[in-house]
């Protein structure tokens, strides 16, 4: 289901700060292409109004935040991941291997969705059968993505959510 249309006239909805009951969403990015990185963050940004991503260019330090940083913050806000698979030390599937053995209350909070510039289709076949990953991303990541991950991603309406 796409985003509703607003009135061209209507100011801009943040949608990072919205809540949907108490948790507040987040993003993360988990790629070693620093460019890449720029446009999520751009295209994060311009479909909220401002919210930005935390960012890893290296896998292990974004499965170290989740690991220990993540479990600390305030009530951990529900999260979407954009993870690349196609990076050196640690690619996307080693890392799902790993995050797989977290505690559940973490894995439950984390909307996964792999961002690749791969469009071979074993590498879109093994998103699909992993339960940890919602869905397969060609990139770049572009504003109308973002806005369609968010109405998937919170299950009441966008009229439902309450802004913060």
Not at 76 to 102: A, V
Not at 113 to 129: E, F, K, M, Q, R
Not at 152 to 162: A, P, R, Y
Request: proline residues 5%; negative net charge; hydrophobic residues 40%.
């Amino acid at each position: 289901m796409k985003a509703p249309q607003l009135p061209l006239n209507s100011p801009p909805v943040n949608f990072l700060n919205m809540e949907t009951k108490n948790n507040a969403l987040n993003f993360v990015v988990i790629d070693d292409d620093t460019i890449n990185n720029m446009v999520c963050k751009a295209a994060i940004k311009s479909a909220t109004g401002g919210k930005t991503a935390i960012c890893f260019n290296k896998p292990l330090e974004g499965l170290h935040y989740f690991e220990n940083l993540f479990q600390l913050l305030n009530s951990s806000p529900r999260t979407i991941l954009f993870l690349d698979i196609n990076m050196p030390d640690m690619n996307g599937w080693e890392w799902l291997e790993k995050f797989s053995g977290f505690q559940q209350e973490i894995k439950d909070k984390l909307s996964i969705y792999i961002l690749s510039s791969s469009v071979n289709p074993t590498d879109i076949d093994h998103a699909h059968a992993n339960s940890l990953v919602k869905d397969y991303i060609v990139k770049p990541l572009t504003k109308s993505k973002v806005l369609d991950l968010l109405e998937e991603t919170n299950s009441e309406s966008i009229m439902d959510l309450k802004v913060v």
